[in-house]
């Protein structure tokens, strides 16, 4: 599970970025509309996620860590992102992955909120023009705005901070963001005013866990997991106070844990953060003004923020509940309950890891999730306000009701009067482990007889969940409505137009008519679907309800079998994509059939194509028979992904329901299936599923659920995995009678599941929802 382990709202506070614990950055931003013309944050309008290429997140460097020991940690001044997991540091614009990996032309800078395209030679080691032992800084760089936020070329410097100790916290001066605070691991601190300068200090016994500047005070103010505070002299970095937290008077010292400092707006007091308490000082000399300690059954402090203000004191509790404190009295304004805005789920343990405030609103704010999840909240009532102080003793206070806003990059809001939006990014269950195997379709409550020859593919209507869009080995493709049992669609293998034919295509079939149904998919909304088959042809089909199934363009794709396809939408124009046997890849208007783009760069016939749309991310993914991936955007420039799938075979690829997780399913030339999850930031296979045996001939089939779960058709059954766990969850022989590898597919939400069978028909298991669904169906039709 990744969690947020740092929130910050950009300067603007039109944005927010979230910095997880596998070392990924995200960056959502507030879209500028006629409701909301200068993009401010509000639960209002819709919010979409800025997504760079999907293999070059932005990721921090943890390669000599172990994910359970990294320590994110990130600071964002005007211009620029200083960001570290216990890894290298890096500052300004983020070029990581272009050092690393030299292949990657552009990349997100996420403090400008800009996506840049690097026109420069790549740096190499030699080229620095400076360095020393705590530097390396590589020579300008040239880079253009991609998108049109800022009018003018950026020209920067990129340095990497090398330390001797790991990084654990880090901090920009307010004023002077040339210098920077680094906190390490060995409980040392470092202030660089320049590349080459830096002031060396220790006084802390633990790792540095909190680091705040003081412009007017000329001072920094550092705190550790050792539950102490000690402030520095910037000028020199002489230790001017120390003091390590108590409890309330006569229970002791605090218990060392990690604590967190802020100074509030006046640069003269302090915030402090520790599991057990949150509490005000005045610097430098460190006087205690206020403190609120939670009692002993109460749930730990797991952070907290000063409004923008400074009035007002944002609390985030272990339990998920949430405490607006007035700052002046740290008397308890109100409280948030966790069921205000986290979905229940008594099976997964959800609570708010951070907390930021926004810059400029004093009453919004926003929560970082263990499930990797991020709202920001915001008010209902009290003209917009956060309560009043309650007249009441030991911090008790009443609930309020709040304003949520899940962050997702769909375009479809939920107009309901409280807004709920999904997260977009959360490398984790999704909130799906809520599931278990019992939501699973497994039972069987149709089985269709025998076809006339085996099914190659089959595909569900996105909208019309009983629809069933089924393909063969024998060129047949039909509609069946499973709600009815009744085939309301059949078409047999047939060139419309043979005369306008290539004159290869008109001598392959003189010599065999036949064709197979290598692929048939519905495009997103359903109004046309598409049938690949083994010669040449491509044919797209209008839906236009019922039964009502028109020819729509027949397309000679490919030179030899059409291997695969797939519908995008590239600058919001339907396409369809296909891949076949002459190593190409082309891209097709729906509606008129023409040639948009033919991708060439594979050495092998391409066996599957995956289109990735985002509304900012538009590309291709491909796979051919020799295991090479690759991915293209919608341009003429090439592959720009180029990776072996495993054992280098052929692959299919998939994403996940909401688009943020890749898997792929193959088997190479010794038999061997496998079925992996990518992580696409750094082409990297992050998980491995386990229970898959050799093939006996062909490439399995595979798919993910809406609600969070993997099938594959394997050994004469369906095997289903969480998609979160290795190990697979449980296995349905759907009463017998399946073929060694059957072809298999979920409908939309997962209700229901089709499934192959040996003599050539396919069966549909149900979970209890789908077996409602199916029973709504019949008792409307009879």
């Not at 798919?703 to 296995?731: H, P, Q, R, Y």
Request: glycine letters at 8%.
């Amino acid at each position: 599970m990744k969690q947020v382990s740092r929130l910050t709202y950009s300067n603007s506070g039109h944005a927010i970025q979230a910095l997880l614990s596998n070392g990924v950055h995200k960056l959502w931003e507030w879209q500028k509309e006629n409701a909301n013309l200068e993009g401010r944050a509000t639960i209002s309008v819709k919010i979409e996620l800025r997504q760079p290429p999907a293999w070059n997140w932005m990721t921090n460097d943890t390669s000599d860590t172990n994910p359970e020991d990294a320590v994110p940690c990130s600071a964002l001044s005007m211009n620029d992102l200083l960001s570290a997991s216990r890894g290298t540091i890096l500052c300004g614009i983020f070029l990581l992955l272009l050092i690393k990996e030299k292949k990657v032309k552009s990349f997100f800078h996420p403090s400008r909120d800009v996506m840049v395209e690097l026109l420069s030679p790549f740096p190499k080691k030699g080229d620095a023009i400076e360095a020393s032992a705590s530097w390396h800084i590589w020579p300008t760089f040239t880079c253009k705005v991609v998108n049109t936020i800022l009018p003018a070329d950026i020209h920067t410097t990129t340095a990497f901070l090398h330390t001797p100790s790991p990084t654990t916290f880090s901090a920009f001066h307010p004023q002077d963001k040339t210098i920077i605070a680094i906190g390490m691991e060995d409980s040392s601190i470092r202030i660089y005013n320049n590349p080459r300068t830096y002031f060396h200090c220790r006084g802390h016994q633990e790792r540095i866990t909190g680091l705040a500047f003081s412009g007017v005070l000329n001072v920094l103010v550092s705190s550790g997991a050792d539950s102490q505070l000690c402030v520095w002299s910037t000028d020199g970095l002489e230790k001017r106070a120390s003091k390590f937290l108590q409890m309330l008077p006569g229970r002791g010292a605090a218990p060392p844990a990690d604590t967190r400092v802020q100074f509030h707006v006046d640069q003269i007091h302090l915030l402090v953060v520790h599991k057990t308490q949150i509490a005000t000082y005045e610097a430098p000399d460190l006087e205690c003004l206020h403190q609120w300690v939670t009692r002993e059954a109460s749930s730990p402090i797991t952070d907290a923020t000063f409004s923008c203000n400074g009035q007002s004191i944002y609390v985030s509790f272990e339990d998920g509940s949430i405490g607006v404190l007035t700052t002046s009295t740290f008397r308890l304004r109100c409280c948030i309950n966790p069921t205000a805005y986290i979905p229940a789920n008594p099976s997964l343990r959800v609570y708010p890891l951070v907390i930021a405030a926004h810059p400029w609103e004093p009453n919004k704010f926003a929560l970082g999730l263990t499930d990797g999840s991020v709202y920001m909240l915001e008010p209902l009532g009290s003209k917009g306000k956060w309560g009043t102080p309650p007249p009441v003793k030991n911090g008790a206070g009443p609930s309020t009701t709040t304003r949520r806003n899940r962050f997702r990059s769909t375009r479809k809001v939920n107009n309901l009067p409280v807004k709920i939006l999904p997260v977009t990014y959360k490398n984790q269950s999704h909130g799906q482990s809520s599931y278990s195997s019992d939501d699973l379709p497994k039972n069987v409550v149709m089985s269709t007889p025998n076809q006339g020859s085996p099914i190659k593919s089959m595909d569900f209507h996105p909208e019309q969940q009983i629809l069933l869009l089924v393909g063969t080995n024998m060129g047949d493709v039909m509609v069946w409505e499973v709600g009815s049992r009744a085939r309301i669609f059949l078409r047999n293998f047939k060139v419309r137009d043979l005369g306008s034919c290539s004159r290869t295509l008109q001598a392959s079939l003189a010599n065999d008519y036949r064709a197979s149904v290598n692929r048939v998919m519905w495009c997103p909304d359903g109004t046309l679907f598409g049938v690949a088959y083994s010669k040449h042809i491509v044919h797209i089909y209008s839906y236009h309800g019922g039964d009502d199934i028109r020819n729509h363009l027949e397309i000679e794709a490919h030179v030899g079998s059409v291997n695969d396809l797939g519908f995008s939408c590239p600058n919001k124009q339907l396409c369809v994509v296909t891949c076949g046997d002459d190593w190409l890849i082309k891209v097709w208007d729906a509606v008129t059939g023409a040639k948009q783009h033919s991708f060439k760069g594979h050495e092998a016939p391409v066996y599957s194509v995956c289109p990735r749309c985002t509304e900012n991310v538009q590309f291709i993914y491909s796979a051919s028979t020799d295991g090479k991936i690759k991915a293209w955007f919608y341009d003429d420039g090439g592959p720009r992904v180029d990776y072996d799938a495993p054992g280098r075979s052929s692959v299919v690829m998939a994403f996940s329901a909401d688009g943020t997780r890749l898997f792929s399913h193959g088997t190479n030339i010794e038999e061997e299936s496998h079925l992996v999850e990518w992580d696409e930031g750094m082409w990297t296979i992050r998980r491995w599923y386990c229970g898959l045996r050799r093939k006996l001939g062909g490439i399995g089939q595979f798919d993910i659920s809406k609600n969070g779960f993997l099938a594959a058709g394997d050994e004469c059954m369906v095997k289903f995995w969480d998609m979160d766990n290795n190990n697979i969850l449980t296995t349905t022989d759907a009463e017998g009678g399946l073929p060694a590898s059957p072809c298999i597919r979920f409908n939309k939400e997962g209700t229901l599941l089709a499934v192959s069978k040996i003599d050539s028909g396919f069966k549909i298991l149900a979970n209890p929802d789908g077996i409602m669904l199916l029973r709504t169906v019949e008792n409307w039709l009879f």
